[in-house]
């Protein structure tokens, strides 16, 4: 950003405080840029494959779920967003001074290691996207799959140059992630929107789901009431619906950030050349790039998935509850009846083009498949953006040259190749092998991550005289414990049911235990040692 640009925003800003609601607004709205690319980075795969699940498994039971776990994950972001412009220096040097370089280094191998990892399946959804929703006649070889992923590397390549742009090249790449990240709220939207009106979707139904309901933490939904009384063992079903409900609860308020997420937040505030003075934008930034996108997106596709698969097994293979029926036999050795079978079907997962595909009848063509697919699409593309954009950041700093565009291009390259791979070997037990080591250290590094800034924001060392003091200060700690307990929690929990020394799956989670443990042991003796020198 130039001197002029800054000094125009700061301009902007003064007038936005005294100006009326709508002026205000649209003023902050123009400015507002680094939550949006948070908003592009969560709105992915992941999100739209837990969404999925949510509508498959408790209906509109579980609507509420990742929109309150969201909120739990802005309150740790705007944590990160007071400290990093309080002191206007990348916190990365600043964990590792006034903390330890332990937990400093912990965030950026875990920051790297999921950029890469997670850029793979954002390229084979995007390719899928193409290949099955939008122009399936481009076939699925590996051929027209390599092509269409050198579109996409090259493209998501193109925006990252923008980003290290001065003047009108920045503003561009803010303009197209905003774009982005509107196509796909805005393709989701006109799904629900168009099965509302064909009287599929109760908006009472709806706006109940909304409400937080912890019952399913301990009784299955509604939905499943029938078939467990009418199956050979009620007791078993109970609770294995009731464990997987509370695995994705427990999950969804763990990961609403991602660990990479954490890293993006500082840098791309630095790169604005925000400061103190826009401490309290940069909260409404995150509310209109990321939360509201986010809960709009998110509950359009729970809400669809509801309305498709919760209690239906219409569109699933047969053969596709085998496996839960294997383990009713381990535990209950004895024929399995019809209720048994049609539960075992209900817990199926779905996958975005099993929706699309039940959307077409009353949808149509155009919205279940056109609309759809350019959803899925951006959703792809936008987070494969912001994933080259985080280890261009990070590979800044891990070759000691903050700021230095080489450096964030090698990042760039390094990531988006990954990517370029994934539709190609992200599949079976070679996804599991890079999946399962990664989600483990980013999920036990996610509160790894809010306790950094956690203590941060109580370090007289680092804010100093920034530091929030009475009643806010009371605040501040109250929100970011319970942010960070559940967060906490949701990563023991997850760890805990993964864990065990049978095979090198099981110990990996062992291992994220461990480290999870030690670094908050490191992390706690060295701010108290370092604050008793403040």
């Not at 509420?64 to 990160?80: E, R, V």
């Not at 919760?310 to 596709?320: E, F, M, Q, R």
């Amino acid at each position: 950003m130039s001197a002029n640009d800054r000094e125009q925003e700061k301009a902007l800003l003064a007038e936005a405080e005294g100006a009326p609601l709508g002026r205000k607004l649209s003023i902050y709205a123009r400015l507002s840029g680094p939550g949006w690319m948070q908003g592009a980075i969560t709105l992915g795969g992941g999100s739209l494959a837990g969404a999925l699940y949510l509508g498959v498994i408790a209906g509109f039971g579980l609507l509420w779920l990742q929109p309150l776990a969201m909120i739990c994950g802005i309150i740790m972001l705007s944590a990160i967003a007071y400290v990093t412009l309080s002191t206007e220096k990348a916190p990365f040097g600043l964990v590792n001074k006034h903390l330890s370089p332990a937990l400093g280094w912990a965030w950026l191998i875990a920051t790297v290691m999921a950029n890469i990892v997670w850029c793979m399946p954002q390229f084979n959804l995007g390719r899928a996207a193409i290949q099955q929703n939008l122009l399936p006649a481009v076939g699925n070889s590996n051929t027209s799959t390599a092509l269409i992923c050198i579109v996409f590397l090259v493209v998501c390549f193109g925006v990252n140059v923008l980003y290290e742009s001065e003047g009108k090249g920045a503003k561009w790449f803010d303009r197209i992630i905003k774009t982005m990240v509107g196509l796909i709220v805005l393709s989701f939207v006109a799904v629900v929107v168009t099965l509302s009106t064909s009287g599929d979707i109760s908006m009472r139904a709806i706006l109940g789901g909304l409400v937080p309901n912890p019952s399913l933490l301990v009784s299955p939904a509604v939905g499943y009431e029938a078939l467990i009384a009418q199956s050979t063992q009620p007791v078993w079903w109970t609770a294995k619906i009731v464990s997987d409900q509370r695995d994705i609860i427990i999950t969804a308020f763990g990961t609403a950030v991602g660990i990479n997420m954490t890293w993006l937040l500082p840098y791309s505030l630095l790169k604005k050349r925000w400061g103190k003075a826009q401490r309290g934008f940069s909260m409404f930034d995150l509310s209109i790039g990321l939360l509201i996108p986010f809960f709009l997106a998110t509950s359009c596709v729970v809400i669809a998935s509801a309305t498709q698969f919760h209690g239906k097994t219409g569109d699933v293979d047969p053969a596709a509850g085998a496996k839960t029926i294997a383990l009713l036999a381990e535990a209950h050795p004895g024929p399995a009846n019809a209720a048994d079978m049609e539960l075992a079907l209900t817990l199926v997962k779905r996958d975005n083009f099993q929706l699309a595909t039940t959307l077409e009848p009353l949808a149509g063509k155009v919205v279940s498949q056109t609309i759809f697919g350019f959803g899925v699409l951006a959703m792809a593309l936008s987070t494969i953006i912001v994933l080259m954009l985080m280890n261009g950041l990070a590979f800044q700093e891990l070759l000691g040259k903050p700021g230095d565009k080489r450096c964030h291009y090698i990042g760039c390259v390094v990531s988006g190749l990954a990517g370029f791979a994934g539709p190609f070997i992200w599949t079976g037990s070679a996804a599991a092998a890079l999946a399962i080591p990664t989600s483990v250290i980013g999920g036990s590094l996610i509160p790894v991550a809010y306790f950094t800034f956690f203590l941060m924001m109580n370090s007289k060392k680092v804010l100093g005289e920034h530091r929030p003091k009475g009643t806010a200060r009371v605040i501040w700690n109250v929100l970011m414990g319970v942010a960070t307990g559940i967060a906490t929690l949701g990563s023991v929990w997850v760890l805990s049911g993964k864990a065990h020394l049978n095979d090198w799956k099981g110990m990996i989670p062992v291992a994220g235990l461990v480290l999870l443990a030690l670094l908050f042991i490191v992390g706690t003796y060295s701010f108290l040692k370092n604050e008793r020198k403040a």
